[in-house]
């Protein structure tokens, strides 16, 4: 509403005066009312020039404020399926292992994303065998290349904003063969030759996480990931615990 009164110019919404009262405040609303109408975020329904609506984009273009507004929350991504050629351990219990990393890709306002868990589940297309990872393996590594400050296992990860961290997606044995493990040493089955899907389900404690799949054959002659891309995202999962402002 903008009103010229005896007591000088006002303009309200929902019950609040932005107006001061003195010439240059007026003149600076009565700018800002002008302004918002060219703009099409405001419309004078009536002709009298005192009662405004909002039109439609000035709902879109306020939205948009709010969310800037808001508390930005971590989230998390695939990043790729590796070899771990850069520092990760080379052998573990039953062979050499694969990775998959995992970034949390909040930077604008970097926080923690916690109790990061991934859990694995592969069937082949026959849907003959089904194994079933409940938490993955992490190796957690904390500081720069060259200077780390700490790097062990966990069950769940604790990952900064804009930092990756990994875990073991798969076991080569002596033998070439691909294997399936769980808490560290605990052999879960092997693969047979024929076409893979590992389903991915990727959860935090405060972060936006993802389920989704990699895909790929394994034959005598080696490993080939689905093209054109071996991972496929399916759906976002919310964090596992409510969220609240300033969380």
């Known amino acids: 509403m903008s009103l010229q009164t005896l007591d000088g110019y006002h303009v309200q919404t929902n019950g609040q005066n932005f107006a001061k009262g003195d010439a240059r405040s007026a003149a600076q609303w009565k700018s800002a009312v002008e302004e918002l109408e060219r703009l099409d975020l405001i419309e004078d329904r009536g002709g009298d ?26 989230a998390l991504q695939f990043v790729q399926w590796h070899s771990g050629e850069s520092g990760y351990p ?40 089904r194994l079933f990872v409940p938490e993955a393996d992490w190796y957690l590594r904390r500081g720069a ?16 904003g804009g930092d990756e961290q990994s875990c073991v997606l798969l076991v ?32 935090s404690d405060n972060a ?17 990931t689905d093209l054109p891309k071996a991972f496929v995202m399916h759906r976002s999962v919310p964090p596992k615990l409510r969220r609240t402002n300033g969380a």
């Not at 790097?151 to 990860?157: D, I, K, P, Q, V």
């Open 49 to 74: 020039r005192e009662v405004f609506f909002v039109t439609d984009p000035g709902y879109r273009v306020s939205e948009l404020l709010r969310q800037r507004e808001l508390p930005s929350a971590p």
């Open 90 to 129: 080379t052998n573990v219990p039953g062979g050499s292992p694969s990775w998959i990393s995992i970034r949390n890709a909040e930077v604008r306002s970097p926080q923690l994303a916690k109790n990061v868990s991934a859990q694995i589940e592969w069937i082949n297309d026959a849907r003959t065998t």
């Open 145 to 160: 290349p060259g200077k780390r400050t700490s790097e062990g296992w966990s069950t769940s990860a604790e990952i900064d």
């Open 172 to 203: 080569t044995d002596a033998e070439g063969r691909l294997w399936v493990y769980k808490q560290g040493a605990q052999p879960v089955g092997v693969l047979d030759y024929g076409h893979w899907t590992a389903n991915l389900l990727v959860t």
């Open 208 to 224: 936006e996480g993802f389920e989704g799949s990699l895909g790929f054959t394994l034959t005598r002659s080696g490993l080939l």
